[in-house]
């Protein structure tokens, strides 16, 4: 069986959002859910208070198409001011959304939000080294494109209980990942890197950091930035979760804790279904039967 490590601290959903944002938020808003609402609402009030400006300017229509001048004068008062009246509604509805989204998304507070947000919707989120994540689901958040990404999937909506329930409808569809395809890939990495450091060592058990594989595995600058490190080191999970763990060739895979490493650069840590810290250090293959 695996050789994995697993922590008893249990990394937990954040303690609950301070009662003062940063100043990246404006002062009247708590929150960005908060801040949504708000537009939401008075959106709808605009909706209401448009439609009737709009029955103002029909009946300035009829008045000019007869000629009533009383009337017409009366009237072009009266959608003046409703339409001066719209326009200040509308200021103060866009007050809501004046702030900077970009430095919001970016620091520490929407990742609070979305963790007690998901903790009130019952729905178990962690954050590790910056990386959300909520069993099997990364989420990683995309300040500068205004949006995040679940599962390399990106999504513009933003709106943490919407954003929440969206991480539980991935939650509930079937894994994607699979876990044979992953294995082989593992240990024809493996294999190279075994082999260079002599090809009779293929199959004896020989430990080799994780990370050295997924070094190999991202070579090219841009497979870095498309298969992270945290993702790797939840497909590892996965892999070891599952127990699909001897090859076509019949090689069986063993993972890896060594308490003697302590730089942590040397280590895959992820969190385990439950919230639990897991941490991985190398993979060996062992020739079965």
């Not at 729905?123 to 494109?145: A, Q």
């Not at 009779?200 to 050295?212: D, N, S």
Request: proline letters at 3%; glycine letters at 6%; one cysteine or more.
């Amino acid at each position: 069986m695996s050789e994995s490590f697993e922590s008893e601290s249990a990394v937990g959903v954040l303690e609950a959002a301070e009662p003062e944002l940063e100043a990246s938020m404006p002062s009247q808003t708590r929150s960005l859910e908060q801040a949504l609402a708000e537009i939401e609402a008075q959106a709808g009030d605009l909706v209401k208070t448009t439609k009737q400006v709009m029955a103002s300017y029909k009946k300035i229509k009829d008045a000019a198409k007869v000629g009533d001048l009383v009337k017409l004068r009366k009237l072009l008062e009266e959608g003046k001011a409703a339409t001066l009246g719209l326009g200040c509604d509308f200021v103060k509805t866009q007050e809501h959304l004046n702030f900077d989204e970009s430095s919001y998304l970016a620091g520490k507070d929407f990742r609070q939000e979305l963790l007690t947000t998901a903790q009130q919707m019952g729905v178990n989120l962690y954050e590790h080294d910056g990386i959300l994540f909520s069993y099997p689901v990364l989420l990683r958040i995309l300040h500068n494109e205004r949006a995040v990404s679940i599962d390399r999937v990106r999504e513009s909506h933003l709106r943490p209980s919407v954003l929440v329930k969206r991480l539980k409808e991935v939650q509930n569809k079937p894994l994607r990942f699979k876990p044979k395809s992953f294995l082989e890939m593992l240990y024809t990495a493996y294999s190279i890197v075994v082999a260079g450091r002599g090809k009779h060592l293929i199959g004896k058990g020989t430990v080799i950091p994780l990370l050295e594989l997924y070094q190999l595995l991202t070579l090219l600058p841009w497979q870095a930035s498309e298969y992270t490190r945290q993702e790797f080191g939840r497909d590892v999970y996965l892999l070891d979760k599952i127990g699909e763990i001897t090859t076509k060739n019949s090689h069986r895979a063993n993972f890896h804790a060594s308490t003697g490493v302590r730089d942590v650069s040397k280590t895959l840590t992820v969190i385990a279904q439950g919230g639990r810290e897991k941490t991985y250090y190398g993979i060996s293959f062992v020739k079965a039967g």
